[in-house]
């Protein structure tokens, strides 16, 4: 079982990104998947959430109208496009599974390696 986020990268204030999760070794379409992140000396937080099948997402304030989850079920991978970014963005990235649904989650899921994504002039 394994999931990797990739895509990360230094990107310019107001510029783009398209972060990807990778799946292997299960079925991705069994599970939600949730996008965190964590920034130096802050709390874990989480920014979208998508359903199984990729009709509910869910945003965090702070990313919506800015970022878009998406997924392709068979590619086993889903996206996370970020746009108009802000230095307030840098963070490690992290995708995680999310069972039974995004907003009702029972353990902690399976996480991936992160992905850092650095905003900066």
């Known amino acids: 079982v394994q999931l990797q986020a990739f895509g990360g990268g230094l990107v310019q204030p107001g510029g783009s990104l398209r972060l990807s999760c990778a799946a292997s070794?299960?079925?991705?379409?069994?599970?939600?998947i949730g996008w965190f992140r964590q920034a130096p000396g802050k709390e874990r937080e989480r920014v979208s959430c998508?359903?199984?099948?990729?009709?509910?997402?869910y945003y965090a304030d702070s990313v919506k109208g800015r970022f878009t989850a998406s997924r392709d079920n068979a590619k086993a991978t889903v996206y996370l496009q970020m746009n108009s970014l802000k230095p307030e963005d840098t963070a490690v990235y992290y995708c995680?599974?999310?069972?039974?649904?995004?907003?009702?989650?029972?353990?902690?899921?399976?996480w991936g390696q992160g992905t850092q994504v650095t905003v900066s002039s």
């Open positions: 995680a599974t999310r069972a039974p649904t995004c907003t009702v989650v029972t353990g902690d899921g399976y």
């Open positions: 070794g299960f079925n991705l379409d069994d599970y939600a």
């Open positions: 998508i359903s199984r099948s990729g009709g509910t997402t």
